[in-house]
């Protein structure tokens, strides 16, 4: 099978600052490579492993608490750090997560259940606001033009992993 590019914006618009990952898919929507897959996610854990097969490279998009916290900081962070975190049950994108169970647990299950993608990164920012409403607090939507920057990079950079994987396939 050949790999795919998945960008997950997890979140909820409709929760302040947990609707970063979702506003994230809707602004690089216009500059992403052809065949990049974009979706949205709340986050559970059995849907999240239905959205990528282990030859895809992933990205995912993720509003954070983080105590004590600093509000728009961005965080990144690769597959084995955000599953060594879910394992520990520490805060880096585990029980920092805004929802029930964090992405460090859901790639922790991924990884037992031999379901991890071939490449994963996440783009996280520490949010300020998670009550119920719409619009990022001002700290998240400071955050959010670069946060999309990075976005954007590592959709790229995932599209030239693929391309050189299949290379490398082809040539033996």
Request: glycine share 14%.
């Amino acid at each position: 099978m050949i790999g795919r590019v998945v960008v997950i914006g997890v979140g909820n618009p409709f929760r302040r600052d947990d609707g970063v990952g979702p506003a994230v898919i809707e602004a690089v929507r216009t500059q992403v490579p052809a065949g990049t897959l974009l979706t949205v996610s709340d986050g559970e854990p059995g849907r999240m492993l239905g959205l990528w097969h282990r030859d895809d490279e992933v990205v995912v998009v993720e509003a954070v608490h983080a105590h004590p916290g600093q509000p728009g900081r961005l965080l990144t962070l690769r597959a084995e750090q955000a599953e060594q975190a879910g394992r520990a049950g520490r805060a880096a994108v585990g029980s920092a997560s805004t929802h029930a169970l964090g992405l460090g647990e859901t790639f922790a299950l991924a990884a037992a259940l031999d379901r991890m993608p071939r490449g994963l990164v996440v783009h996280a920012v520490e949010g300020a606001d998670f009550t119920l409403g719409v619009g990022l607090s001002p700290a998240v939507r400071s955050a959010l033009p670069e946060l999309t920057r990075q976005v954007a990079d590592a959709i790229r950079e995932a599209h030239r992993t693929l391309g050189r994987a299949g290379e490398d396939t082809a040539d033996g």
